[in-house]
């Protein structure tokens, strides 16, 4: 199963704001005018494409598109993971119930997710009505057509729906990852057959660990004239920094229209163990690129309602403060020691379990 790490996003904020890494007096001027020049490029990135400056709120709770799909969704998004670890189930439904009644409607999950028993509870919490509420996403570690059609079917039985909104090829983290999803028999046939057949509405695909192996997918579907609705990776402030997925992979998912799904805005939960921001400086952070949502693990009430109210009171950020908070997270963002996802196997649950993949 998914190995252990995944914490809550706390509010602690233990920033010192005497400490040299606050006041850039250490940072050369040459790298504060490169945080000055990523933070300008952030910025305009935000006015580009359809995921855009163009928030819509329903309820106080800001909406955009989701790529080129013509959907709205919520710009935070409920994680699946946080969602099977509650000691009692009737929590879990309750986070679910109160984020779609706050005005959230973009709902994560994955078919191995606490052995099923997110997506379980979660079909529970969208009975009585709540089905309409959600926009609903799951994903499958398949790689060959009998093994991904297998965890879409179970998918859907489990989360108690004929129909899927956004069905995701999960941990595209190897770079055979590609080669395989789109091989005669492999599972992109049982995707667009299950699309075909009305059990799912949108394709798309979350990686953590190498922005190489995004660009890859997004070539590799490219030889074979498909576009993906959707990519999810990491986006945060410490991803600016190292090995960047939104230097090298969210400029050409702006190019081509596809709905951008930030995940991991306070690495799950390491950057706030970092000490250099808090957990609404991560929040806004991602909400403030052409993300179409930023998804976060809610594993409490009070954690749900921390990213509601990031949601509800997010200004866009101008060039100046972008800069302030990568100049704030430089040195720790260095060699990756906060971004395990990308460093380590810790959050690799098809590393653990080859299986999955068929």
Not at 87 to 103: K, M, N, V
Not at 320 to 348: I, M, N, P, R, W
Request: charged share 25%; glycine share 8%.
């Amino acid at each position: 199963m998914k190995l252990s790490g995944r914490e809550n996003h706390t509010q602690t904020d233990k920033r010192d704001d005497s400490s040299p890494s606050y006041l850039g007096d250490i940072i050369p001027a040459t790298t504060r005018r490169q945080f000055l020049e990523l933070a300008a490029a952030s910025v305009a990135f935000a006015g580009l494409g359809p995921t855009s400056r163009a928030d819509e709120t329903k309820g106080e709770m800001p909406y955009r598109m989701l790529g080129k799909t013509g959907e709205k969704v919520s710009i935070v998004g409920l994680g699946g993971y946080h969602l099977g670890k509650q000691a009692d189930p009737q929590e879990s439904i309750r986070i679910i119930r109160t984020g779609l009644d706050q005005g959230i409607n973009f709902l994560d999950n994955c078919w191995d997710y606490n052995n099923g028993e997110s997506e379980i509870r979660m079909g529970k919490a969208l009975n009585d009505g709540y089905r309409k509420k959600a926009f609903l996403m799951t994903k499958i570690d398949g790689r060959n057509k009998a093994t991904a059609t297998k965890q879409i079917n179970e998918s859907l039985q489990r989360l108690q729906t004929d129909r899927i909104d956004l069905l995701q090829f999960h941990e595209v983290i190897r770079d055979s990852d590609p080669d395989h999803i789109f091989a005669p028999g492999g599972a992109l046939e049982a995707v667009l057959e299950a699309k075909r057949a009305g059990k799912i509405r949108y394709i798309g695909f979350t990686g953590h660990k190498s922005p190489d192996i995004h660009l890859k997918m997004l070539s590799t579907a490219s030889q074979h004239g498909f576009v993906f609705d959707t990519v999810q990776m990491p986006l945060n402030v410490m991803d600016a920094h190292f090995d960047s997925f939104e230097k090298k992979v969210l400029p050409k998912l702006v190019q081509q229209g596809s709905g951008v799904l930030g995940m991991k805005p306070m690495g799950d939960p390491f950057i706030l163990k970092s000490n250099t921001v808090t957990a609404v400086d991560c929040l806004h952070y991602a909400m403030n690129l052409p993300t179409s949502v930023v998804i976060t693990g809610c594993d409490s009430l009070a954690i749900l309602q921390q990213a509601i109210d990031a949601a509800r009171s997010l200004r866009p950020l101008n060039s100046a403060q972008v800069a302030a908070l990568l100049e704030k997270t430089v040195k720790a963002a260095q060699s990756g020691e906060y971004e395990l996802y990308k460093t380590s196997h810790h959050f690799d649950g098809t590393y653990a379990n080859p299986q999955w993949l068929g």
